[in-house]
C-alpha cells in the first residue's frame, strides 16, 4: 500500500491498494459434489516403458468414464492433460445438463499462461478410429469425438 499526501496539505492522505483479482476456478459456480468425480489425467509425452503403459491406459479410462456417463446421463467431471511444450494445457470436461435441460459437455481448457476459456458445447460423444494427428498425440487406435451442436466435431480427445 503506498500513501500519498499532497504538499500543501497534510491532513489529508490518499491510499493507493494495489489488489490482485481473486483467480477463476474451473468449476465456475458447479456444486462438483453432485457430480461423479473422475479426477486428474495426465500427459503422457514424456513416459516411457511401464509408465508409459500405465498413462496410456488411465486416459482409456479416462474416456470411459466420459462415454459412459454420456450414455447414462449422469453428471460428471475430469480434467484431462494435453502435450504443450510451453503452456501446459488442462482440460476440464463437465458432463451435465444445460440449462434447458438438454445433456452436453461443456468444457473449459485452463492454459498456464492466459488462464480459463470456456470453449463450446457438445451435444453428443462418439467412437471414432484417430485420425493422424490424434495417433501421435494419444498413442491409440481409438479416440472420443465430441460433437457440437451443428454436427460437426468440435473436439476429440
Same mark, same amino acid.
Given at each position: 500500500?503506498?500513501?500519498?499526501?499532497?504538499?500543501?496539505?497534510?491532513?489529508? $492522505? =490518499?491510499? @493507493? !491498494?494495489?489488489?490482485?483479482? &481473486?483467480? +477463476?476456478?474451473? +468449476?465456475?459456480?458447479?456444486?462438483?459434489?453432485?457430480?461423479? @468425480?473422475?479426477?486428474?489425467?495426465?500427459?503422457?509425452?514424456?513416459?516411457?516403458?511401464?509408465?508409459? /503403459?500405465?498413462? @496410456?491406459?488411465?486416459?482409456?479410462?479416462?474416456? %470411459?468414464?466420459?462415454? /459412459?456417463?454420456?450414455? $447414462?446421463?449422469?453428471?460428471?467431471? &475430469?480434467?484431462?492433460? #494435453?502435450?504443450?511444450? *510451453?503452456?501446459?494445457? &488442462?482440460?476440464?470436461? #463437465?458432463?451435465?445438463?444445460? %440449462?434447458?435441460?438438454?445433456?452436453?459437455?461443456?468444457?473449459?481448457? %485452463?492454459?498456464? =499462461?492466459?488462464?480459463?476459456?470456456?470453449?463450446? *458445447?457438445?451435444?453428443?460423444?462418439?467412437?471414432?478410429?484417430? /485420425?493422424?494427428?490424434? @495417433?501421435?498425440?494419444? $498413442?491409440?487406435?481409438?479416440?472420443?469425438?465430441? !460433437?457440437?451442436?451443428?454436427?460437426?466435431? !468440435?473436439? $476429440? #480427445?
Amino acid at each position: 500500500m503506498q500513501v500519498f499526501r499532497p504538499p500543501e496539505d497534510e491532513k489529508t $492522505s =490518499r491510499f @493507493l !491498494v494495489y489488489t490482485r483479482p &481473486i483467480p +477463476e476456478k474451473p +468449476e465456475q459456480d458447479r456444486d462438483l459434489s453432485a457430480y461423479d @468425480l473422475g479426477g486428474k489425467v495426465e500427459e503422457c509425452s514424456s513416459k516411457e516403458g511401464s509408465e508409459m /503403459n500405465q498413462c @496410456l491406459t488411465s486416459r482409456e479410462k479416462a474416456r %470411459e468414464f466420459i462415454y /459412459n456417463h454420456w450414455r $447414462s446421463k449422469t453428471k460428471g467431471y &475430469i480434467a484431462v492433460d #494435453f502435450p504443450c511444450a *510451453d503452456c501446459g494445457p &488442462i482440460v476440464h470436461i #463437465f458432463i451435465e445438463p444445460n %440449462e434447458y435441460g438438454k445433456w452436453r459437455v461443456a468444457t473449459r481448457l %485452463e492454459d498456464g =499462461r492466459f488462464g480459463l476459456f470456456q470453449r463450446d *458445447d457438445a451435444f453428443d460423444v462418439k467412437y471414432k478410429r484417430a /485420425n493422424e494427428i490424434e @495417433l501421435r498425440r494419444e $498413442s491409440t487406435n481409438r479416440v472420443l469425438t465430441f !460433437v457440437g451442436k451443428d454436427g460437426k466435431e !468440435v473436439r $476429440s #480427445f
